[in-house]
């Protein structure tokens, strides 16, 4: 069972006009075996944060500073070769829209097949045995196996992916919006496929959505994210019902609409990320915002056991 | 995929290219009726009225247009596509005897092309950005830019007149070299097959400059899409995901190249069809005797049947090789296979 | 308050100007050269007759072949015929027959392809096959079959290229149109009562100028291509008048003997015209397709 510590982690995008400052110093920490989930609107750093982790990252973009420490290892510091050893095999990331993620020039059982062979090596009519498996155990029968993409609905191309990593077994599963795109009735099936496969590997989750609603229902500790940073993290029961950062009560009304009354929604729009301002990023959205929070960042601070967050006017 | 799902595919591709076959004989009937009388075309301009007559009466050219028609695919389906007033010979016979040399030179021109396109646009897809990725889509399209007879022309004086490295333009062979027995009309291959070194050496000197020459104008066609679509499949999501899922780079490669030769293979089959047509200008400037040459050698002595049937052999070459890249296609694309 | 007025500075200096956006696509010193070796050719074109050139026609037997000197900076061609001024007169022969064939080109071709896409089923099917046999001729060949069949002469010629560009076109406009027949304002005008005529040109064709524009100047560069071809061959364009696929055609025999100006700089102007028109087109195709 592995820890994985996300330290103070800076990372820029340069387009060589301007610099984009995605991440601005990510600390956050996923216990062996928790399910966390990552919540945050988009373009708030989110699957930048993954990518960052499986050291994915866009060419243009440079950890400028921070640690990423599974258990003692610091993947910052690993050469691409020693990263290939990681990725897939300790750390598994499904993308977001799968049908794009696959191969259109292979089948699904390839998919699966290629991925077991390369972690557990095997001849390719054994590890052909095992993909069929694998594929029946998220919900793809025999006949379906040999689709290409194309001939496969959004839901059942994420099943391929989720098969995929099923197959490598990895000790922490990156799930980066896994659901968004599909359809409501399909989003239930595939976030207890991922439930399930979690438990029979015995790994961590990490569960990136913008969806809070959902993602309370599967995880136990939830982190959100605002502008590049960590604005609050707590376990499910504190940030669902004593909400500290005002962004995180905003979200969480946002995803209680009640019926006859007017949808609830956050004024304002996500800060431009070239822009390194003084003060709170959220403070030109807050209703609680003074003098203090437009000229100085408020830093993580505990306020209750395994509950920080990132405000001045906390529990307010 | 099944048999049947081949048949209607095939099928389909077949009515499509009749279609297409239908058209192209209608055009040519136009276009050598469009004047008028097209006797022209068999007695030249200077015969006598008497002549002209017995001549119209002879070929049916007093019939109406759409007899014509029927007569006209009626003789190319036998084998009668006219006969050529400067050789006296049928001119199918002429583009058979003329066949094999654009052939050999058609087919070195897109080797050659092959062999540094590919990897060079491969090479500029992995390393785009760069500045030797720059430098290769400059040349590239620097190539595109020149007029292959002109080129020609500019290795001749070069390769020929100034440093007198290569022979002068005037045939397959050197004329004292006795020609190897015909297997495949390809006088490089079968001087290899006869190991006559001498014929082989001549042979090959005399086929590289308009080898070159040709190679030039096709490459950047070749290289750019090459290049494009290998830039295009390391950016996709599914490479992305393989690396993600920790494959090998040597896997990541194995699927790159392989999403890649649908387009590159159909690429490879057009541009033969092109070539047997689109070669005649660099067969007249090295005077290689091909049916790009016999055809404009019998348009300069006003025999125009040979240029009506190269043309037609030409495009049906051509729409032959797209059917073929389209099979190609389905064959490595599932998803081309609607 | 200070985050939203530094937004609006962001926002303004993302508006730049189209030439900015040229050259932040294409790389500063490609667009810049490009539009200065177009904008010399034309002015030249247009002024050739003012400037001090030599006689362009003047046969001059006792001048033949000279070498590239201080009187004819370019030499002279076996008929004694100054290569310089020829090469820059031919610039008017050679643009305007592509132009004229091109645009000609375009207008059948938009006009088919926008009927074609608009209808859509038998029309659709017929342009596209009509397109494909059209497209499978061999160039060269056809383009000398019809010359010699029909009248080697410059109307010819300018018919047989613009044949060769309807296809492209027409295929263009009907990638464009097609997509649009069941468009919301297509509906709207439909239910105003606009006949399906008057949608195509008054709200469809419109649509299409955008690329067609910028496929535009792609098009004469092959069309420049494809003359220069033909009067090599000795079809089309004919000596005296000034060409540059002809004038390497006069050159060609005397090039074995070390004599290479009169074939080698009308090459190089054809090969200067063809590249910046390509570029310009690619210019023009990198802006339209991302939107200014």
New interface residues.
Partial sequence: MTDLNIQDLQVNINTGQETYYVLRGVTFKVPAGAKLGLVGESGCGKSMTAASIMRLLPKNATIVKGQILLDQLNLINLSEKEMRQIRGKRITLIFQDAASALNPLCSAVQHVADVYARHISLSRKESLHHAYELLAKTGIPKHLAHNYPHELSGGMSQRVMIAMALGCSPEILIADEPTTGLDVTIQTQVVELIERTVEEIGSSLIFISHDIGLVSEICDRIVVMYAGKIVEAGNREQIISGPGHPYTTALLHSFRAQPGKRMPFIPGRVPDLRIRQEGCSFAPRCSLADNQCWHSEPKLSEISPGHEVACFHMDK | MTVWKWAKFLAKRMA?LF??LI??SI?IFI??H??GNPVY?IVGQSATSEVIQERIHKFGLDRPLWEQYIAYIQNLLKGNWGVSRYTYNPVLVDIQNRLPATLELSLFALLLSLLWSIPIGVIAAFKK?SLLDSLIQFLA??A????G???G??L??AF???FHLLP??LGRIDSNIAMPPKITGLITIDSLLAKNIPALSSSIRHLILPAVTLAITVSPSILLLTRNTMERVLE???I??????????L?VIR?SL??ILGPVLTMIAMTLG?L???S??IE??FAWPGI?FY??DA??HSD?EP??A??LL??LV??LA?LISDVIAAM????ARL | MKTITVSTEIYRSRNKGWFRQLCFLNGTWNVVSTWIVLGVFIALALAADILPLQNPLAVNASEILQPPSSNHWFGTDPWGMDVFSRTIFAIRVDFLLAVSSVILGIVAGVLLGAVAGFFGGFLDDLLTRFAEVIQGFPQMLFGMAVLALLGNNAINLIFICAFYNVPVYARLVRSVVSPLREADFVQAARVSGNTSLMIVFRHLIPNTLVPVFSQFPLSCAWAIQIVAGLSFIGLGIRVPTPEWGSMINLGANYIVFGKWWPSVFPGLAIVISVWVLNNLGNQLKSVFFTGI
Avoid at chain 2, 240 to 249: D, K
Wanted: with cysteine; aromatic share 14%.
């Fill in positions: 499509q279609v297409v058209g192209i055009t276009v050598t469009a004047i075309l950005g399209r620097l595109n830019s020149v007029p007879f002109w080129l022309l500019v001749i004086f020929f007149a100034k002068a333009p996709s999501n599914f992305r995901a393989a690396r993600a899922f920790g494959l090998s780079s896997t699927y392989k999403n092109y047997i047509g689109g005649v200008l007249v400037v790009g055809a404009v348009m300069n125009y240029i009506v190269v043309v030409c495009a051509y729409n797209y490595v694309d599932p998803r």
